[in-house]
């Protein structure tokens, strides 16, 4: 007892620092544990960054890829563009008879196919060209006279239809009426060849059959194109066309200006050129082969001279286009969707490619099907 009275300030304040001691002891534990919380939140959000940024990698680069795939569209547009220019050249819709072609009744193209029989034949006689299967054809007079007359019976690839007009399709009428129309500038370009110095002659002119029933009755003026697939734009391009083959005889004048004269939706896909080697007859083409004299032989006042005035047999596969398979705007419709596209981009695309038009119709069938 004493030793607590002569030690009561010593006891207090061992009791004081005692109790302070285990105040800051409870403390210290109390926040130590939530400092443990708070660490492993801290964990935890370093560990949601790093997936996260895990996950925005493969984004990283995404600007510069937008502007490289801004350069690739602007690139397929210039593309597109220079393809527009091209098949429109190649159609040449502004004097392609096909393309403006007004539909007519059958009545009126059988019309239109007689009277060409007579304008055709006169043009020919005309301008000097002769046909074959013009021949002399005898009638008797009432005197008994024999009066010579031209038999003007060459067909122009239509021989068959010289008073015959099967039962065609409208389908088959329309496009057989687009033939005679080609047929008629075909030989309106051959009798712009001939000259009052040389005349010229038709062989033959055949065409392409336009269906069923003008493949029935269309007979020997049917194009033989077994050979010359190969060579035809519509086997290795995406188009509708009709084949003619024109047959002359003639001087290579004739032949220039013929071959001058196709310009497109014409195009030519084979010449063959057969040079005259006599009478009536004619040779695949000129012998180039050298001619030595012999030692002992003289020269003779009636040989040939080297210039000649020599007629060919020139051949012409002629290949009109009719139509180019190629729709953009159902092209757009086909692959464009509503959750794939940007309107800027796409605006900007079309106008680039040079189809500005299609843009209002295309936003407005995205709109309707993203409704639907």
Sequence with gaps: ????????????????????????????????????????????IKADIKNLHNKKLPYLGIDHDLKLAAVDLYELASIERAQNRLWKTVLAPESNIFVNWKS???????????????????????K?????????RGSSSPFGEQIEEEANDFGFGMTAY??????????EAQLLGI????????????????????????????????????????????????AAKSVLLKTHVD????????????????????LNSLRPPYFLRNLIVERES???????????????PQGNSSSDDSEVPVVQDVRSKFTFLVEYVTSVNRNPDEFYRAVLRKENFDEE?????LLKAGHEKLFKPLIEFLSKKDDA
């Design 128 to 136: 000097n060209i002769s046909l074959p299967g013009n021949g002399e």
């Design 278 to 292: 006599s009478e009536n007859s004619f040779s695949n083409g000129p012998s180039f082969g050298p001619d030595f």
């Design 1 to 44: 007892m004493k030793f607590v009275t002569n030690n009561i300030v010593f006891l207090t304040l061992t009791g004081l620092f005692g109790f302070l001691f285990l105040a800051l002891f409870a403390i210290s534990l109390y926040f130590s544990n939530s400092g443990n919380e708070v660490t492993d939140d801290i964990d935890g």
């Design 179 to 226: 033939q005679i129309d080609i047929i008629k500038e075909l030989v309106g370009y051959l009798c712009d060849t001939v000259t009052d110095e040389h005349s010229a002659e038709l062989v033959h002119l055949t065409r392409e059959s336009v269906g069923r029933t003008d493949g029935l009755n269309i007979g020997m003026d049917q194009v033989d194109l077994s």
């Design 162 to 171: 010289d008073g015959n007009w099967p039962n065609f399709s409208n389908e």
């Design 104 to 126: 007519k009744s059958e009545e009126v193209i059988n019309s239109a196919l007689i009277r060409q029989f007579t304008r055709l034949n006169n043009l020919c006689k005309e």
């Design 239 to 258: 188009l509708e066309s009709q084949c003619f083959e024109v047959c002359f005889i003639g001087h290579t004048s004739h032949a220039r200006t013929f």
């Design 345 to 349: 981009f796409l605006g900007e695309f």
